[in-house]
């Protein structure tokens, strides 16, 4: 009794935390893309997270680099000759260090988590800037990809064959017992 | 998971096939539940598969509600709490 309370408490509060995977689920690696950051004269595109570890990314043209929506990755678009972008954070928090630079959260619907069973690995959202100035910046969702281990595309029919079949096969099965069930009743 | 601990059912009250009806009922079940657990959260979809699971086990191995109400909570119980400990 002693542990059933807490830990009953503890399963109720913690799989709200970002930190826990829910049971049967599993992380998905998240990847951004963007198209354009070279097309704005002056400027250079960083991406950097708000919170937890630094981890802060030029971005090259259609290269992927890593997106956390629980680190609050966000796009900054930087004046070229500005100092690296790793100088700028050390020692400081991480949004400060970024104060005053133009950015904007990336619109990034992929999925974090999936299915255990899934053959979804990452997700790879592809973004295209519309608009970089001292105002801010524009992004606009291109396309969104679920890649496999392989880094293949992962095809639709890929994702619903397993919980598909189990369905049918389950289906079957119930369908069998209660037929089997009825004809020991009769006999 | 579930068909093992249904096997701890007490044997006078347990239908002959309530471990395959179990079996059943979860492949029918999990695939439904992995579709809607996104859009409803973990705890709404899990009290979900609790109801589906003891009306099925009421319809299929024809149990009173109460006892198949506490095999779906039971069995239930137990994988979600050896899933957050494993």
């Keep these: ?27 998905v690696e998240q990847l951004v893309a963007i198209e354009n950051p070279r097309d704005f004269d002056g400027w250079f595109v960083v991406a950097a997270t708000l919170l937890g570890p630094i981890d802060v990314t030029v971005v090259e043209p259609g290269v992927p680099f890593p997106y956390s929506s629980k680190y609050g990755t966000r796009v900054y678009g930087l004046p070229v000759g500005t100092p690296v972008p790793e100088a700028l954070v ?77 369905l049918a096969v389950g289906l079957a099965a119930l369908t069998w017992l209660v037929r089997q069930r009825r004809q020991r009743a009769t006999g | 998971m579930e068909v093992t601990a249904a096997a701890c059912w007490p044997r006078s009250a347990r239908p002959e096939d309530l471990l395959w009806t179990v079996a059943s009922v979860n492949l029918l079940t999990h695939p439904i539940a992995y579709l809607f657990a996104s859009p409803l959260g973990f705890w709404p979809t899990e009290a979900g598969v609790v109801v589906s699971e003891a009306f099925l086990y009421r319809g299929v191995a024809g149990m009173g509600w109460k006892a198949s109400g506490v095999l779906a909570l039971a069995t239930n119980g137990c994988t979600l709490v050896l899933s957050f400990l494993l």
């Design chain 1, 1 to 27: 009794m002693m542990l059933t309370v807490p830990l009953l408490i503890g399963f109720c509060v913690l799989p709200s935390s970002p930190d826990l995977i829910q049971p049967g689920y599993k992380r």
């Design chain 1, 90 to 166: 050390d020692g400081r928090p991480h949004g400060a260090a970024f104060d005053g630079f133009p950015s904007a959260h990336p619109p990034v619907t992929q999925p974090s988590e999936v299915a255990f069973y899934s053959p979804t690995n990452r997700a790879l959202t592809t973004l295209r800037i519309l608009r970089l100035d001292e105002s801010g910046i524009g992004l606009k969702q291109v396309s969104t990809q679920t890649l496999d281990a392989h880094g293949r595309p992962v095809a639709w029919w890929r994702l619903w064959v397993l919980p598909l079949g189990a």
